[in-house]
């Protein structure tokens, strides 16, 4: 991770100049080609970290798109809420609470024109329904990869003393179709994914305006080897890259949170723009990643294991106190019971001796 200023200087890649080949058809190419020779672009810039993250004023976008030349990793969505949300409140069934009913005022996606990856399944991560003891998967709905997403139990573990279930992004989800067959929906272009083989990336342009934006784990981790091996540097670590959600089975709260993603643009090679005319085959570019962590705080945690984890922990000492006392009753009652039983036989054995003798 990467720790400094916003005035910080880097050499970057050129956002535009890399995008323009999948955003403008070929035709066009040559028009570019010529835009980038009279601004005197490259294929890489030096720009500072508050440029390249919320946006600078481009000299290509400037000539070929006056009216908006700013570009940018997150421009324009800089303090934008990322829509409405509706949510069942749990009041009519309790297995319901938190559960995504609608976003945006629709049912479902309008990204990958398929039934199945454009539904909108689960929480948002934050809460789940309550008493996911037996739960191996949990579903949330991520606006930032504009789909619905699972992670699977992996561990118990505790935050700040609270139990809690750890509950991690597996690779099957980012898997190909090939491995995963429920995937198959998110390849949109086969012909840059090796037909759809390539697993640990998504793309999604669908919904950042046809923007070549791949998403990933940090260091392409449980991406395929041809992209890991593109670059130098990377090392995919599981323990640094992965996404995690620690869950409280009981109430279904989310007490500590790691979303890791990468971002990526992807250039191709184009014969009619110079600076790519070298590029021998499609390129997802790592622009950054990121580490979104959230703990629930020291104050909180004590107030949640005074409300629940105390109470729940008394109440299971005093039930196993209770089935103790209980057997340690029905030992006597046994014996008594037992004694009672011997008595009751004995009286019957000497009637019939005397009986028998009597004949």
């Known amino acids: 991770m990467s720790m400094g200023l916003e005035t910080d200087t880097l050499t970057a890649l050129n956002l535009a100049a890399a995008a323009a080949p999948s955003l403008l058809p070929e035709k066009l190419h040559g028009m570019v080609n010529n835009a980038l020779k009279k601004v005197n672009a490259s294929l890489f810039q030096i720009k500072t970290v508050k440029e390249l993250l919320w946006g600078y004023e481009d000299p290509l976008l400037k000539k070929l798109t006056p009216k908006d030349p700013i570009i940018g990793i997150f421009y324009p969505y800089n303090g934008t809420a990322d829509g409405y949300y509706n949510v069942f409140t749990g009041k009519d069934d309790i297995s319901n609470v938190g559960i ?7 049912k479902k996606l309008p990204f990958w024109n398929d ?33 619905s997403i699972y992670a699977e139990y992996e561990q118990k573990i505790s935050v700040n003393g609270i139990p809690v279930h750890r509950f991690v992004i597996p690779p099957e989800a980012l ?11 998110y390849c949109k272009d086969p012909t840059i994914s090796h037909n759809c083989t390539f697993k640990g990336i998504l793309g999604i342009s669908a919904c950042k305006e046809s923007k070549p934006i791949y998403i990933s784990l940090p260091h392409f981790l449980y991406a395929s080897d041809e992209i890991v091996n593109s670059f130098n540097g990377m ?8 996404t995690f959600l620690d869950v409280e089975p009981v109430t279904g709260f989310t ?28 390129t997802y570019f790592p ?3 990121l580490n979104e962590t959230a703990t629930v705080d020291d104050e909180t ?8 984890i105390d109470p729940t922990t008394a109440l299971g000492i005093s039930q196993l106190t209770l089935m103790c006392l209980g057997g ?11 004694i009672s039983l011997c008595m009751t036989s004995r009286p019957k054995k000497a009637e019939s001796y005397k009986n028998d003798n009597a004949r």
Not at 100 to 106: A, L
Not at 175 to 185: F, G, T
Not at 272 to 280: A, C, D, F, Y
Not at 301 to 308: D, N, R, T, V
């Open 100 to 106: 995504i009913d609608r976003w945006r005022n629709e």
């Open 115 to 147: 039934s199945y990856c454009d539904m909108i399944n689960g929480t948002d991560g934050s809460s789940f329904p309550p008493f996911l003891h037996n739960e191996n998967k949990v579903f949330f709905f991520s606006s930032d990869i504009c789909r």
């Open 175 to 185: 898997a190909s179709y090939v491995e995963n067959p429920d995937n198959h929906c």
């Open 235 to 242: 090392r995919p670590n599981k323990e640094e890259h992965e």
């Open 255 to 282: 007490l500590r949170i790691a979303k890791r993603i990468q971002i990526n643009l992807m250039f191709k090679p184009s014969e009619k723009i110079e600076i790519l005319r070298n590029i021998k085959e499609p």
């Open 287 to 289: 622009l950054l990643w």
């Open 301 to 308: 945690a004590k107030l949640f294991k005074e409300s629940l």
């Open 328 to 338: 340690l009753l029905l030992i006597p009652c046994a014996i008594g019971l037992c």
